[in-house]
């Protein structure tokens, strides 16, 4: 199964002129790499960027006939095309903006814009209906994990998918190809703290069943492994059988660690 590597590069860069130098060293160094390889360096690993909003665009354009695909952060609960939602960005914008898939429900929306379950179904069914991939983000806090409710949380949050389904059937046939679960511990995200690989290969277990009890077809869904992956630690996570890829926050604003973790679910994954 083909690996991801997602980078959410969340409020960075600062200025288009630093996204335009991220971007040109991204796609120089894997031009070169891939001379260097005779194999692309995307064979056995998807790349994936999500700028902030702003850039998203500007960010699509510059990766149009590159093999790296460019995502957003979030897309509009409120309405998939249009509307008077001052401050938000549709499904059909986003599209139209150039990207193909969207991150959903990261932990950083959850707490700061108090996003629920109605409004993340919401936003999943507008960009699912958009045709947008959603890069769907769960996990539990320092203060769940400490209390064992990790899975109990998960599994909460996991209803979204389930009620998704109740609501919109007919995408239970291709939901596979359109949905990727990121599990991410709050507590993991930016801290430099991570799970111990057993426990991350555990939680995705029970991912994986979980979403296949939905649905038999997603029983080939990618679950990735999002919080505090870097350079070193990238090759441990990728040896693991249950981890689909990464989502990649700090490191992936620096090429050179954002490419090492690449090449480790690459290599991994071959
Ligand atoms: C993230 O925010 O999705 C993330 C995983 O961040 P970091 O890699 O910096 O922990």
């Keep these: 199964m083909q690996a991801w590597v997602i980078g959410n590069w969340k409020q960075n860069p600062a200025t288009s002129h630093d996204v335009d130098l991220l971007l040109n060293d991204l796609l120089t160094t894997i031009d070169t790499k891939e001379q260097a390889d005779t194999e692309p360096s995307n064979s056995r690993c998807q790349l994936m960027v999500a700028p902030s909003c702003i850039h998203l665009a500007a960010v699509s354009a510059h990766l149009a006939g590159s093999s ?9 609960a409120y309405s998939a095309s249009v509307g008077a939602y001052t401050g938000d960005c549709s499904a059909q914008q986003i599209a139209d903006a150039g990207a193909t898939w969207t991150i959903l429900g990261h932990s950083e929306r959850r707490q700061y814009h108090n996003e629920s379950h109605d409004t993340l179904l919401q936003k999943m069914i507008h960009a699912l209906t958009q045709g947008l991939g959603v890069v769907f983000c769960i996990g539990e806090t320092q203060a769940q994990y400490d209390a064992k409710q990790t899975l109990e949380v998960i599994d909460a949050q996991l209803l979204v998918v389930k009620d998704l389904l109740a609501q919109q059937p007919e995408l239970i046939v291709s939901l596979s190809e359109h949905l990727i679960i990121a ?5 993991a995200i930016g ?12 939680t995705h277990q029970h991912i994986k069943q979980t979403v296949t009890g939905f649905a038999e077809s997603l029983k080939v869904m990618s679950v990735l492994y999002g919080g505090s992956v870097n ?8 040896a693991d059988s249950m981890i689909d890829g990464a989502l990649v926050g700090g490191a992936s604003l620096k090429v050179e660690s954002f490419l090492a973790i690449a090449n480790a679910f690459s290599q991994a994954k071959g």
Excluded: R
């Design 68 to 76: 790296i695909l460019s995502a957003a952060q979030d897309v509009s």
């Design 183 to 187: 599990y991410e511990p709050v507590w």
């Design 191 to 202: 801290t430099g703290k991570v799970p111990t690989v057993s426990e991350v290969s555990q």
């Design 231 to 238: 350079a070193d630690n990238a090759d441990s996570f990728a």
